[in-house]
């Protein structure tokens, strides 16, 4: 379920690596809780933001969430395909469905973000906690 | 199989398109005396440039479309006439019809608000008997009538915080506000710009005095709370709460839209609130409207006094009544002019015509219809605060999710036995939740055909989950394609090119 | 008590299915210090005719069968007898907010068709179900403002109703945005070179009025090209609707904040009202309030629902775009039926008969000695007199004629000394005008014309 050479976070995005590129989505488990979505709100380009600092939001029909990057970066592209077809990001929310393209600040920081095995205990002990 | 439906069945229902569908070139259903004073040019007087061609659309229909097209489209409406809403915290009683007379009084609704104070005896008394009336029921010492919700009457009363405390010297930063409370106060917090930060409820449901102890520091401002509380529960350590508030220099604000379980039983001036707000479309009768006109007036304590809105209403030596603008404290307007006075109106014709008895007999059977429903029901939905309840109670679907039923099925199916919903998935710290208050405006007959209605609705969950969850099949519509409405909205008709 | 349907036997039931002594048993859960141990001190309750005593003795001391030509954001206009029948059907006035659609389409669909009918009066793109009136829908707007630019100034006209502009302050202050306020001309319209002197880069928005305060047409378009141009955006408030029966719209404005009241709801004291706010289809997501819209069912049939909740309140919460929750709907209701009474032909004759009774007003008060129109602008159906005389004396003789003229405009403009703002709409014969006329003489002391 959750691709092997990606990266997570606890607040449910996910971090496709490429040298000091990376490409950011939510996960399975977000587009899920979140129900259809509806509508996306990407940041401009060029845009910077912080580890953990809020970029954007997705909406579905009874909720917001807000979306968090991953590791600090700038924004260097937005998914355009969403604008017109939210629900990408229900249908692949690993693959057509991301978000951003951000230039890393520091790609050594993606080493503090959770494995795909690692978020998955993540999932399966927040389920047993009934969050 | 599906239950047995008493209450109701389906009936033949006009159908009719958008006005603007059935709107032809000159057709009209106004009617104008002819103009008895030289007519002018616009185009004279105005100028050309300032004059717009026509309404482009704008529908051209007669009189009895009109009548035929709002007549048919509220037949497809359900109403506190038509039956019982079960919805909590919303106190969805009878609007009683002398209110309506009154309200249209000529000499009511032409009062125009800037006519003299000398020509306006009338509305003043009202506003003033209605404010003592207010007052008295709250346990509070001052208040303002001005806010036209619930929402805009938080909005006051936080502001009514923030002035009071920044006149201390420190406005402060937090607002306080219990996990289970109505999504108004935490955007209210927000306008107000405080900050929000949530306080545990404990296993009873009521607020964790622990949880309060820990947060509650000298950069709250206030603690919102909601009494009884979205589950129904009177927060039986109030008068702890408000110490804790209270010591360390903060305000207790109270949402009084459960104030229907209080009235004439106790007071929140009496427990320690600051602020209360009102809803006079849920506590004293004003009809909802589909969703409004309503009215939230604030009451303080007269601490908070000095910073209410302009104007207040003061009594002259004369015994005359004229509002009063100079308040060296206030916190400003509000709104123009002076509140819903129609809505004002009903709620004093109600508050009239109950007298102190009948307020505190509406009190009671609103408590004994919800602990009536409430005692028939716990053996088939969960219950899951156990803790006495007044006028409201919470129940979770865990038990039908099993069947994968959730609150939202059950509520729609509820629309084809003939009711309409209660509050669904509300309070949020019940997962699943179906919020219930009855209000006193219930027969025994009409509840217990609820009771009926709900349990058989649980049965469905066990042997016909499906049927629950394309709910519901016998309305005009069925359920909407919420998810097609918000990706592509479309917020009005146009022409088809 | 006539409203309770519970008979004494039927409460016995209940308790005894409960295993309770009595009702008292149900309030244990209140702590017995809090308690109230006597009735409430209210005034006995009375019986329907005691009620209808009471508020018909109330009506009567509010100067009913004077005549007033009084308007400042609150108008008499005729209102059409089937608007009352017709909201007065308790599957309108008594239904809940449609939260549950699928029987509430009548709400939806009058919701729906009143958003579309704004539009259409004001040129824009779309608009809310309503907020609770002009004055605070000023406010929600220059919120919208600010955040949709990011900026944090407003600056707004003084031509604009005083208590609006209050009500916009108390919000602001209280928000991360601040207020300037700018001037108006001889002529009676916002000042355009002190916009350009206080326009800049930090203007989130800059608020006018048209017709403005003093009655008075502000030229919108070409101050929205001056806003436009440093970026701010145009907020464009409408309290006398009726206007845009026979007056360009404020088409180029971002966003309109329109009072309904004149369309179809008496004065009422000062509410309840009805505001609107309507803009482009681009700042929809930043938008406050309730909105409808269109959808369909799994049958393919065209229902209606609201939608876009996910910037309210309820789910929002503290980042929602307001913490608006009830609106005015039932109001709003009765602006469309209005607005569907008279029409596309209607609502322009309606607004006709009203520039043409203010002007032959206007006229006639202008020829007596010494009186004449303050301001220049053109106007629709109000205007400010400067009066040659103590304009409170003047109005307290005019009121022993049971006449109440207008509004001493120094009550909120203090530099406006001895002027009345005069409303005269369709509802004024010519006879009420010829009287207020004489009135006016008579009050200045000055001979018959």
């Known amino acids: 379920m959750y691709p092997e050479n990606y990266r997570y976070t606890r607040e449910h995005e996910w971090l496709k690596v490429d040298g000091n590129k990376a490409t950011v989505g939510i996960t399975h488990y977000a587009q899920e809780q979140l129900g259809d979505v509806v509508f996306v ?70 080493e503090k973000l959770l494995s795909a095995k690692d978020y998955e205990a993540f999932l399966r002990t927040s389920e047993e906690a009934g969050a | 199989m599906p239950e047995q439906i008493r209450k109701a069945r389906p009936h033949v229902s006009q159908s009719e398109g958008l006005i603007f569908e059935k709107s032809s070139p000159g057709k009209h259903a106004y009617s104008l005396p002819p103009l008895d004073v030289p007519a002018v040019k616009p185009e004279d007087i105005l100028g050309r440039a300032r004059l717009r061609a026509e309404i482009t659309d704008f529908p051209e229909v007669s009189e009895v479309e009109i009548v035929r097209h709002f007549t048919r489209l509220s037949t497809w409406n359900y109403g506190v006439d038509t039956g019982m809403y079960p919805l909590g915290s919303c106190t969805m009683k009878y609007n009683p019809r002398v209110n309506e007379v009154v309200t249209r009084l000529e000499g009511l609704a032409n009062a125009h608000p800037y006519q003299p104070a000398a020509f306006s005896q009338g509305c003043l008394k009202i506003l003033w008997q209605l404010e003592r009336c207010l007052l008295e029921i709250t346990g509070m010492d ?37 996990d289970s409370a109505h999504g108004t106060n935490p955007a209210t917090g927000t306008m107000a710009g405080y900050q929000i930060e949530n306080v545990k409820s404990n296993r009873q449901g009521q607020v964790d005095l622990d949880s309060l102890r ?95 809105p302009v104007p207040v209403l003061e009594q002259q030596a004369d015994g005359s009544l004229r509002f009063t603008y100079d ?114 405006s219930e027969s025994k007959e009409e509840l217990d055909l609820f009771v009926d209605a709900m349990r058989a609705i649980a049965r469905e969950a066990e042997t016909n989950p499906e049927l629950l969850k394309t709910a519901p099949h016998t309305t005009r519509v069925g359920r909407l394609d919420e998810v097609r409405a918000a990706r592509n909205p479309i917020l009005r008709w146009q022409p088809a090119d | 008590m006539r409203y309770l349907p519970t008979s004494a036997a039927e409460r016995t039931e209940m308790l005894a299915a409960l295993g309770c002594a009595s009702i008292e048993d149900l309030f244990a859960s209140i702590p017995a210090a809090i308690r109230l141990r006597h009735p409430l001190t209210l005034p006995p ?172 047409l502000e030229e919108v378009a070409a101050l929205a090209a001056q806003v436009h141009q440093q970026g701010a ?94 609106n005015q709907a039932l109001c709003a209701l009765m602006a469309s039926i209005f607005m569907c009474v008279y029409g596309k032909q209607g609502l322009r004759e309606l607004a006709e008969q009203n520039l043409a009774k203010a002007h032959y007003a206007a006229s006639a008060l202008g020829k007596v000695p010494g009186t004449k129109r303050l301001f220049s602008a053109p106007f629709f159906n109000e205007f400010v007199l400067q009066v040659p005389g103590d304009t409170s004396l003047v109005l307290r003789r005019l009121a022993e004629q049971k006449i109440l003229a207008g509004i001493e405009l120094a009550r909120f403009y203090p530099e406006l000394k001895n002027t009345l703002l005069i409303c005269v709409t369709e ?23």
Not at chain 2, 259 to 282: C, E, Q, S, W, Y
Not at chain 2, 334 to 355: E, P, S
Request: glycine share 8%; hydrophobic share 45%; proline share 6%.
């Open chain 2, 142 to 178: 001052a208040i303002t009538l001005q806010p036209a919700a619930g929402a805009h009457g938080e909005l006051t009363g936080i502001l009514l915080t923030r002035a009071y405390l920044t006149a201390q010297s420190n406005p402060r930063k937090k607002v306080l506000i219990p």
């Open chain 2, 214 to 308: 820990a947060v509650m520091t000298e950069d709250v401002a206030a603690l919102m709370i909601t009494n009884p509380n979205t589950l129904g529960v009177f927060e039986e350590n109030i008068a702890e709460i408000a110490e804790i508030v209270h010591a360390r220099g903060g305000l207790l604000y109270m949402d009084g839209a459960n104030m229907n379980a209080l009235m004439g039983v106790t007071r929140p001036g009496d427990f320690g609130v600051d602020i209360v707000h009102l809803n006079l479309h849920k506590t004293f009768s004003t009809p909802h409207g589909g969703g409004g006109p309503g009215a939230g007036p604030i009451a303080v304590k007269k601490s908070l006094a000095p910073f209410l």
């Open chain 1, 41 to 110: 709100e990407l940041p401009q380009l060029g845009a910077h933001f912080g580890t953990m600092e809020a970029f954007g939001t997705v909406e579905s029909v009874k909720a917001v969430s807000e979306i968090y990057c991953p590791v600090a970066g700038t924004v260097e592209e937005v998914n355009p395909a969403l604008a017109d077809n939210p629900a990408l990001v229900n249908q692949d929310p690993h693959g057509a469905g991301w978000l951003i393209k951000l230039v890393l600040d520091d790609p050594a920081e993606v």
């Open chain 3, 45 to 216: 309750a009375m019986s329907e005719p005691e009620i209808l005593d009471y508020f018909r003795a109330r009506a009567q001391e509010n100067a009913p069968d004077y005549l007033r030509f009084l308007g400042a954001g609150a108008y008499y206009h005729f209102q059409p007898v089937v608007i009352d029948a017709l909201i007065s059907r308790g599957e309108f006035f008594t239904a809940y907010t449609p939260y549950q659609a699928e029987i509430s389409q009548g709400t939806l669909q009058s919701i729906f068709e009143f958003q579309t009918l704004i539009c259409q009066l004001t040129a824009q793109e779309i608009a809310n179900a309503s907020l609770y009136d002009g004055s605070t829908g000023l406010a929600e707007g220059a919120i919208m403002a600010v955040r949709l630019t990011d900026r944090s100034r407003v600056l707004v006209a003084r031509s604009i109703h005083p208590e609006y502009r209050e009500v916009l302050a108390t919000y602001a202050r209280n928000q991360k945005f601040d207020i300037e306020e700018l001037p108006y001309l001889p002529s009676g319209q916002l000042d355009p070179q002190a916009l350009a002197r206080r326009l800049n880069q930090q203007t989130a928005a800059v608020a006018i009025q048209s017709p403005n305060f003093f009655g008075c």
């Open chain 2, 327 to 440: 308040r060296p404290q206030t916190i400003g307007r509000m709104r123009a002019f002076y509140g819903n006075f129609g809505v004002l109106v009903r709620a004093l014709a109600y508050i009239l015509a109950n007298g102190a008895e009948g307020l505190l007999e509406a009190a009671q059977d609103a408590v004994l219809n919800s602990n009536y429903i409430r005692r028939q029901l716990e053996d088939v939905y969960e219950l899951p605060y156990k803790s006495p309840t007044l006028h409201e109670c919470v129940f979770s679907d865990k038990h039908q999710a099993k069947y994968g039923v959730r609150t939202m099925d059950i509520a729609k199916r509820l629309l084809d036995f003939g009711f309409y919903a209660y509050t669904v998935a509300f309070p949020l710290i019940v997962p699943g939740a179906l919020m219930i208050e009855p209000t006193e």
């Open chain 3, 233 to 326: 955006l145009l907020v464009s408030v409408i309290n006398e609707p009726v206007a845009l029966g026979l007056l360009r719209p404020p088409a180029e404005a971002d966003i309109v904040v329109l009072e309904a009241q004149a369309l179809g709801l008496p004065p009422s004291f000062g509410g309840p009202y009805v505001g609107v706010l309507a803009t482009k289809e681009k700042y929809v997501r930043s938008m406050p309030g309730r909105l409808a819209g269109e959808t369909t069912d799994a049958a393919g049939r065209r229902g209606f629902v609201l939608t876009l909740a996910t910037r309210e309140q309820h789910i929002r919460r503290e980042k929602a775009t307001s913490n608006i929750c009830t």
């Open chain 3, 427 to 449: 509802t004024h014969t010519r006879a009420d005008i010829d009287r207020l006329v004489a009135g006016y003489r008579a009050a200045l002391g000055v001979g018959g014309a």
